[in-house]
């Protein structure tokens, strides 16, 4: 079991000669060219063998992300959140519906770990502000999930406290703009996407300069799909490659979920966000995605541009608003649809073969057995 930081990965889309979309690309074409966010992983494996529920074997782990490396809830930054379909559990989507703010660092895990993370998340949040629920208000803990039981011992709910500090502490010290790892750690360690690897992707997109200049960057859990669903940059590939183990059950099977995180340095405030989290199907269905029955879509996306104290000393305060939506939402829109488009297959091109309990596998894209 370790923290995953700096380990190589394999080559993403773009190594593979593969370009989505016209708009360019930040630096490290990752959620965090936006400015302050950073990403912190711990992958947990462990054992081999037939499932031993409660014990293992174990192929899971958590991701957390940061808009800023500060204290979040005494610096809340403007945010929204969207759902694509609701067969999923995420936590604290509510109060950010309502509030507009984000005041959590955003943890991603798998299903039966949701409450545990968000206790941890809690814990951190009190060692930072020991006032919560004493002299102010209480804390709004932010954690999405997917389902990785194919290949994870998912009731042994193996993500602890410790594991979601290590993730944060990773995140904390981590500089800025720092490249992101991808596919199977993190979150994305036991997930599974069009019936191959899937796990965590990323990718960032930055407007014209006549709109803003601004950078927008997504980061996924990709857990979703069937092969002969998948699409590559328009190229029905699905209906040509299907890994040879799947059975024919599964192949036909319904897949879910996938959370999607969107952060951008733009200043919106929480409708225009919501606006670009309403984009993000479009971005799916370019891989393929007909967001099933059963599967969780979630999006939650965040503003780097303000940050919110949590105890004004003004009723008021002078901050930038983005007042022509029509010159930039329309650049971000497109921005939102290429990031997302790409960030999913970035989860496949980058994952490596996993197997997991009773000999269940999942395949990197591209490789059969």
Request: glycine share 12%; aromatic share 4%; proline share 4%.
């Given at each position: 079991?370790n923290?995953e930081?700096?380990?190589?990965q394999?080559p ?12 360019p ?6 959620i965090?060219d ?8 711990t992958?947990l ?20 992300i ?26 604290g989507?509510e109060e950010v519906?309502?509030?507009g ?8 895990t ?9 206790d941890?998340l ?8 020991p ?10 803990p932010?954690v999405?999930e997917?389902n ?5 011992d998912i ?7 410790a594991?979601?500090h290590?993730?944060?502490?990773a ?13 199977s750690?993190?979150?994305g ?9 899937g ?5 960032s997109r930055?407007?014209?300069a006549?709109a803003?200049?601004?950078?927008l ?9 069937r ?24 192949a ?7 959370m ?11 409708r225009?966000?919501?606006?670009l989290c309403?984009r ?8 393929g995605?007909t967001?099933?029955?059963?599967s ?6 965040f503003?780097t ?7 004004p ?39 490596t ?12 894209f591209?490789?059969n057995e």
């Amino acid at each position: 079991m370790n923290t995953e930081q700096s380990r190589s990965q394999r080559p993403r889309l773009r190594q593979a000669g593969v370009v989505i979309g016209s708009l360019p690309t930040g630096p490290q074409n990752a959620i965090t060219d936006v400015t302050g966010v950073r990403v912190g992983h711990t992958t947990l494996i462990a054992g081999d063998g037939p499932l031993q529920p409660g014990i293992g074997p174990v192929r899971t782990g958590v991701t957390v992300i940061l808009p800023h490396a500060g204290n979040l809830y005494s610096e809340k930054v403007r945010a929204a959140v969207h759902r694509i379909n609701g067969f999923g559990k995420a936590c604290g989507f509510e109060e950010v519906r309502e509030l507009g703010v984000l005041e959590s660092p955003i943890a991603l895990t798998n299903t039966l770990n949701v409450w545990r993370v968000a206790d941890a998340l809690v814990d951190d949040a009190l060692a930072q502000n020991p006032d919560i629920g004493i002299r102010t208000s209480t804390f709004n803990p932010v954690v999405g999930e997917c389902n990785d039981g194919f290949l994870n011992d998912i009731q042994g709910r193996h993500v602890s406290a410790a594991d979601v500090h290590a993730a944060l502490a990773a995140a904390r010290q981590s500089e800025v703009g720092a490249p992101v790892r991808e596919g199977s750690v993190g979150a994305g360690t036991g997930t599974s996407c069009f019936g191959w690897k899937g796990g965590i992707g990323t990718a960032s997109r930055v407007i014209p300069a006549q709109a803003g200049g601004w950078t927008l960057g997504a980061l996924v859990q990709s857990n979703f799909g069937r092969a002969d669903q998948l699409v590559v940059n328009g190229d029905a590939v699905g209906q040509r490659l299907r890994p040879d183990h799947l059975a024919a059950k599964e192949a036909d099977a319904e897949k879910g979920s996938i959370m999607i995180v969107l952060a951008t340095d733009a200043p919106l405030e929480s409708r225009q966000l919501q606006r670009l989290c309403g984009r993000v199907a479009a971005g799916l269905a370019r891989t393929g995605s007909t967001i099933g029955h059963g599967s969780g879509d979630f999006v939650i996306a965040f503003s780097t541009a303000t940050r919110i104290p949590h105890e004004p000393t003004t009723l008021t305060h002078s901050e930038v608003v983005l007042v022509d939506e029509g010159r930039v939402l329309s650049f971000l829109f497109d921005a939102v649809v290429e990031a997302v488009e790409e960030a999913v297959l970035n989860s496949l091109y980058t994952a490596t073969t996993v197997t997991g309990r009773d000999g269940n596998r999942r395949v990197k894209f591209g490789e059969n057995e």
